[in-house]
């Protein structure tokens, strides 16, 4: 089965918060390949980071979330 995250759970994801313990969970149990990150969501994912007060960072981390899951890309 897939799993395709939203920008609300990456968002609260990367604040740390208990979301972030249940999706390490998700990754370990149903590995990266079944965790999928659309293109849209990436794309305002980005968008909301270089917009941030402290974008590099915020870009660096962005970064490194996408890279765990699997990208979709829709056309």
Same mark, same amino acid.
């Given at each position: 089965?897939?799993? %395709?995250?939203?920008?609300?759970?990456?968002?609260?994801?990367?604040? =740390?918060? =208990?979301?972030?313990?249940?999706?390490?969970?998700?990754?370990?149990?149903?590995?990266?390949?079944?965790?999928?990150?659309?293109?849209?969501?990436?794309?305002?994912?980005?968008?909301?980071?270089? =917009?941030? =007060?402290?974008?590099?960072? @915020?870009?660096?981390? @962005?970064?490194? %979330?996408?890279?765990?899951?699997?990208?979709?890309? %829709?056309?």
């Amino acid at each position: 089965m897939l799993y %395709f995250l939203d920008s609300n759970i990456c968002i609260q994801y990367m604040r =740390k918060g =208990k979301v972030a313990e249940v999706i390490d969970a998700r990754f370990l149990e149903y590995g990266p390949r079944n965790i999928k990150i659309p293109s849209i969501v990436m794309g305002e994912l980005m968008h909301g980071a270089y =917009k941030s =007060k402290r974008a590099a960072d @915020t870009l660096k981390e @962005t970064k490194s %979330f996408i890279s765990r899951g699997y990208p979709v890309w %829709f056309s």
